[in-house]
T-cell receptor, first 113, second 114 residues
Framework: KQEVTQIPAALSVPEGENLVLNCSFTDSAIYNLQWFRQDHGKGLTSLLLIQSSQREQTSGRLNASLDKSSGRSTLYIAASQPGDSATYLCAAYNAGNNRKLIWGLGTSLAVNP | NAGVTQTPKFQVLKTGQSMTLQCAQDMNHEYMSWYRQDPGMGLRLIHYSVGAGITDQGEVPNGYNVSRSTTEDFPLRLLSAAPSQTSVYFC?????????????FGSGTQLSVL
């Protein structure tokens, strides 16, 4: 059974720092992995989607990598800003069921001015 | 560019009452779904639809009904509300039912059942 884990649950950093958020999954037979951002009291916004055949995806200051062999994905945020403060969730699509995402519980990020 | 629209944003019900959470998307997405989000449990799939007239159960379907009469709308019905259904509900959609698509979320409905 696929399980997705995000550690740490919470992270507080000073503005300007480069940081890495981690996402681990137990079953390497994933179809793709998606990173989302959730602002407090709001819905989720898809940030990056990495197909199983890809190693990484980039969007602006964000870079997500995928290593199926180790069961890990990382979200790298460069030059963090207070506006990056939010909860970041990762979700993996199992190869066996395309319609179901397996979700992590998220990392709550606070970027302090 | 509305995207996924959910109504209402907040709702308080008494145990046993019924209600419908509305979800509409204007992106002509084939796939629509309902999730609930609870502290410490993450997002759990309630029901989903891969097109008009087609619905299926997710992980936690008990106590909820859905229908998909049009591509745009995917309402979620609580048949007889229970305190265990207190949660934040999200509707989400994507272009196709395949796994390679980004998922777009509504802003959520915060439901309290007393």
């Amino acid at each position: 059974k696929q399980e997705v884990t995000q550690i740490p649950a919470a992270l507080s950093v000073p503005e300007g720092e480069n940081l890495v958020l981690n996402c681990s999954f137990t079953d390497s037979a994933i179809y793709n992995l998606q990173w989302f951002r959730q602002d407090h009291g709001k819905g989720l916004t898809s940030l990056l989607l990495i197909q199983s055949s890809q190693r990484e995806q980039t969007s602006g200051r964000l870079n997500a990598s995928l290593d199926k062999s180790s069961g890990r994905s990382t979200l790298y945020i460069a030059a963090s800003q207070p506006g990056d403060s939010a909860t970041y969730l990762c979700a993996a699509y199992n190869a066996g069921n395309n319609r179901k995402l397996i979700w992590g519980l998220g990392t709550s990020l606070a970027v302090n001015p | 560019n509305a995207g996924v629209t959910q109504t209402p944003k907040f709702q308080v019900l008494k145990t046993g009452q019924s209600m419908t959470l509305q979800c509409a998307q204007d992106m002509n997405h084939e796939y629509m779904s309902w999730y609930r989000q609870d502290p410490g449990m993450g997002l759990r799939l309630i029901h989903y639809s891969v097109g008009a007239g087609i619905t299926d159960q997710g992980e936690v379907p008990n106590g909820y009904n859905v229908s998909r009469s049009t591509t745009e709308d995917f309402p979620l019905r609580l048949l007889s509300a229970a305190p265990s259904q207190t949660s934040v509900y999200f509707c989400a959609s994507s272009r196709f039912s395949g796994a390679g698509e980004k998922l777009f979320f509504g802003s959520g409905t915060q439901l309290s059942v007393l």
